[in-house]
């Protein structure tokens, strides 16, 4: 129903920023909340940010600390995630989630999922 393609990602030194957008197909991308996860090697993947259907709502997870921006453009089927103030623990694949349900926490059920996106931050 639903397919999510990355882009952005990519090497940046540590306090630099990037921007990444997930691209959704489907013409009901409003019907579905939108999120942001990430693994990093050797590690669970955890959440990282959330957005509910018309964008009114956000959610981020608390290592977030205000330096990223989720939020969506429905007219355009794209979420994207603003990242300042990088720090090379930031470092991981990006995943981009979609899903009828919220998506505000690690738990939170993902019906699908983007192919990912690499962000490498140097310190």
């Known amino acids: 129903q639903v397919q999510l393609v990355e882009s952005g990602g990519g090497l940046v030194q540590a306090g630099g920023s990037l921007r990444l957008s997930c691209a959704a197909s489907g013409r009901t991308f409003s019907s579905y909340a939108m999120g942001w996860f990430r693994q990093a090697p050797g590690k669970e993947r955890e959440f990282v940010a959330g957005?509910?259907?018309?964008?009114?709502?956000?959610y981020y997870a608390n290592f977030v600390k205000g330096r990223f921006t989720i939020s969506r453009d429905n007219a355009k089927n794209t979420v994207s995630l603003q990242m300042n103030s990088l720090k090379p623990e930031d470092t991981a694949v990006y995943y981009c989630a979609a899903d009828r349900r919220s998506i505000n926490t690690s738990s939170s059920p993902v019906g699908y999922w983007g192919q990912g996106t690499q962000v490498t931050v140097s310190s």
């Open positions: 957005i509910t259907r018309s964008g009114s709502t956000t």
